[in-house]
Antibody, heavy 119, light 107 residues
């Protein structure tokens, strides 16, 4: 069974940093693109970042470029999101999601981890 | 960025009704569109990919169609378990973008 389990969320002050983790199991992690998608409280979904299987290609939404870094450790079946210079507008539930094999859809999602940026 | 406009933003229908949601892209995205269902407090779930392909294990009362800029998502016969918010998502061009969502309720 495919499982994605996020961790690392919490309360952080504006300008602070946080590192999210996503532990994957039930599939060959190194064979899939992985992504982060977020959802502000009561709002819709927003794609944040994606990372190729070997970690050598990354893509980000403009609003986080230069502040967020996405990485992975295929030996540990883990995906990460390093978030620096956090702003109030980064407050959201952050989901880890797997990109499907056949096309660019997100076929499995984690349960999400809440990041709150507030003083 | 490609803007995805969903309508309506919410709807209320009776059990057994046919429900249709539309999604319009701000430019031609071919069939590069997916549909997701999100129940309160839960992660999104993939229902339809590439505009019209039903994800494995998803009930056949769900269907999708369209290409270019105009897309539809239909629930053939609304069931109580279909209460959720539905999102379209384009993958034609980065950044990947989602529609604003359609909240479906039972009348």
């Amino acid at each position: 069974e495919v499982q994605l389990v996020e961790s690392g969320g919490g309360l952080v002050q504006p300008g602070g940093s946080l590192r999210l983790s996503c532990a994957a199991s039930g599939f060959t992690f190194s064979s899939f693109w992985m992504s982060w998608v977020r959802q502000a409280p009561g709002k819709g979904l927003e794609w944040v970042a994606s990372l190729k299987q070997d970690g050598r290609e990354t893509y980000f939404v403009d609003s986080v470029k230069g502040r967020f870094t996405i990485s992975r450790d295929n030996a540990k079946n883990s995906l990460y999101l390093q978030m620096n210079s956090l702003r109030a507008e980064d407050t959201a539930v952050y989901y880890c999601a797997r990109r499907g094999s056949y096309s660019q859809y997100f076929d499995y999602w984690g349960q999400g981890t809440l990041v709150t940026v507030s003083s | 960025d490609i803007q995805m406009t969903q309508s309506p933003s919410s709807l209320s229908a009776s059990v057994g009704d046919r429900v249709t949601i539309t999604c319009q892209a701000s430019q031609d995205i071919s069939n590069h569109l997916n549909w997701y269902q999100q129940k309160p407090g839960k992660a999104p779930k993939l229902l339809i990919y590439d505009a019209s392909n039903l994800e494995t294990g998803v009930p056949s009362r769900y269907s999708g169609g369209g290409s270019g800029t105009d897309f539809t998502f239909t629930i053939r016969s609304l069931q109580p378990e279909d209460i959720a918010t539905y999102y379209c998502q384009q993958y034609d061009t980065l950044p990947l973008t989602f529609g604003g969502g359609t909240k479906v309720e039972i009348k």
